[in-house]
C-alpha cells in the first residue's frame, strides 16, 4: 500500500538552528500538507500546498517557516531559526485530485527536539 | 467547519464491537463527516468518510443519522491495535481543505 514517508525520524537541533524535515508524499497525490503536534496537545494545521504554491497557511506558519517541492517526489519544511517552543512532532500529508474526496494521508511523523 | 462533540474516553471488549458516538449538529448540507484515528505517537490515519448514506470500508462502518446531527463509528470486531484516539472532522469535501482535529475520544480496548 502507498504511504507519505518522512525523514528522519528524529531530529535534534540547537536552538537558532535551521532544520529542513523531508517529506515523499504518495506519488500521485497532487495536494500536500504539514502539521505538527506539541506533545499532549491537539494536532494543528500548518500549511496546505498544491501547484508549486501556498494553498492556505495557519497563523503557526510565520516568516521562520518555509515549504518547498524540490523535485517531483519530495516536499519540504525548513524552519530557518528555531525556538524552543518548535519542539514538535511535524506530521506530512496528502491527498489526490480526485472527486471522490478520499482523506489525507499521513507520513509517521518527524520527532523535532530543540535544545 | 461545523464543530463535533465527542465523549472523551471510552473502553471496549477485545472482539466486541466499537461505537464511537459523534454530535455534528450544526452540520451544512455540503459538509461531510471524516473519521481519522492516532494511535500512540504515531500520524493521523484516514477510516472513512461519509454525507449521509451509510458507508462501509474494509476498516470500519459509518452511521449517519437522517437529519445528519450525529453519527458513530462502528469498529466491528475490535482488536487491541484499534487502542488509539478517534477523530470525527466535520469539513468541505475540497481536497485543499485543513483538517481541524479537536480532542477526539481515547479508545481503549482491553482483552
Known amino acids: 500500500e502507498p504511504e507519505v514517508t518522512q525523514t528522519p525520524s528524529h531530529q535534534v537541533t540547537q536552538m537558532g538552528q535551521e532544520v529542513i524535515l523531508r517529506c515523499v508524499p504518495i506519488s500521485n497525490h497532487l495536494y500536500f500538507y504539514w502539521y505538527r503536534q506539541i506533545l499532549g496537545q491537539k494536532v494543528e494545521f500548518l500549511v496546505s500546498f498544491y501547484n508549486n504554491e501556498i494553498s492556505e497557511k495557519s497563523e503557526i506558519f510565520d516568516d521562520q517557516f518555509s515549504v518547498e517541492r524540490p523535485d517531483g517526489s519530495n516536499f519540504t519544511l525548513k524552519i530557518r531559526s528555531t525556538k524552543l517552543e518548535d519542539s514538535a512532532m511535524y506530521f506530512c500529508a496528502s491527498s489526490a485530485l480526485t472527486s471522490g474526496g478520499e482523506g489525507q494521508y499521513f507520513g509517521a511523523g518527524t520527532r523535532l527536539s530543540v535544545l | 467547519d461545523a464543530k463535533t462533540t465527542q465523549p472523551p474516553s471510552m473502553d471496549c471488549a477485545e472482539g466486541r464491537a466499537a461505537n464511537l458516538p459523534c454530535n455534528h449538529s450544526t452540520i451544512s448540507g455540503n459538509e461531510y463527516v471524516y473519521w481519522y484515528r492516532q494511535i500512540h505517537s504515531q500520524g493521523p490515519q484516514y477510516i472513512i468518510h461519509?454525507?449521509?448514506n451509510n458507508e462501509t470500508n474494509e476498516m470500519a462502518s459509518l452511521i449517519i443519522t437522517e437529519d445528519r446531527k450525529s453519527s458513530t463509528l462502528i469498529l466491528p470486531h475490535a482488536t487491541l491495535r484499534d487502542t488509539a484516539v478517534y477523530y470525527c472532522i466535520v469539513r468541505v469535501k475540497e481536497y485543499r481543505n485543513k483538517l481541524v482535529f479537536g480532542a477526539g475520544t481515547i479508545l481503549r480496548v482491553k482483552s
Open positions: 461519509g454525507l449521509k
